[in-house]
Nanobody
Framework: QVRLVESGGGLVQAGGSLRLSCAVS????????MGWFRQAPGKEREFVAG????????DYVDSVLGRFTISRDNAKRTVVLQMNRLNAEDTAVYYC??????????????????WGQGTQVTVSS
């Protein structure tokens, strides 16, 4: 099992940047594919970005391609989502997620096993 704690959310103006971090405790992070999801008011939770176990592969939802970057440092037990050129449509609660896997090269868009409590990102236009 792992416990995930997000940080780094806040209020930012459109065009600005934020860096979200996810601290992973418990089991070794190298047993998990990791991802970031978000949920805006009145909308379903959606996949934002995912990264493979050793960080060699990543996947993004089209709306954040070229603006967001996911990375991980298993030794530091952290997963980071760097968000640039933010716009109002990025306003949401952002969640870190972990999926137990033995497939080190896969990036998963669904069926995650563990979730953090979320961190609010608000982009003012």
């Amino acid at each position: 099992q792992v416990r995930l704690v997000e940080s780094g959310g806040g209020l930012v103006q459109a065009g600005g940047s934020l860096r979200l971090s996810c601290a992973v405790s418990g089991d070794s992070p190298s047993n998990y594919g990791m991802g970031w999801f978000r949920q805006a008011p009145g909308k379903e939770r959606e996949f934002v970005a995912g990264i493979s176990v050793y960080g060699r592969h990543a996947d993004y939802v089209d709306s954040v391609l070229g603006r967001f970057t996911i990375s991980r440092d298993n030794a530091k037990r952290t997963v980071v989502l760097q968000m640039n050129r933010l716009n109002a449509e990025d306003t949401a609660v952002y969640y870190c997620a972990a999926k137990s896997t033995t497939f080190g090269h896969f990036v998963f868009r669904n069926e995650y096993d563990y979730w953090g409590q979320g961190t609010q990102v608000t982009v003012s236009s």
